[in-house]
């Protein structure tokens, strides 16, 4: 099953998007890092019924500007990614 992801805008003032695609079910959780590589969120998402799943965040999600990495991490493979947040 193909699984599509996005997260924007990139850079970000710190407010994010996530979208995700994919057709069927699939288990979700997502990891953050700061560019030291210290895990600063974890969110467990449970199972995400096929379609488009969108997720916000908000400005209080950072702890401060900096790169950060997520990781979706699905039960259909996992999708590494970067974010900038400035101020």
């Known amino acids: 099953a193909a699984l599509f992801a996005k997260i924007f805008p990139n850079p970000s003032v710190g407010e994010l998007t996530l979208e995700l695609e994919a057709s069927k079910a699939f288990d979700l959780s997502i990891e953050v890092y700061n560019i030291q590589g210290k895990l600063v969120k974890t969110v467990d998402y449970g ?10 965040w908000s400005k209080e999600t950072w702890m401060a500007p900096g ?3 997520i990781y979706l991490k699905t039960s259909l493979g996992n999708v590494p990614k970067r974010v900038s947040i400035v101020r």
């Open 67 to 69: 790169m950060y990495f």
């Open 47 to 56: 199972t995400i019924g096929e379609g488009q799943f969108t997720e916000r």
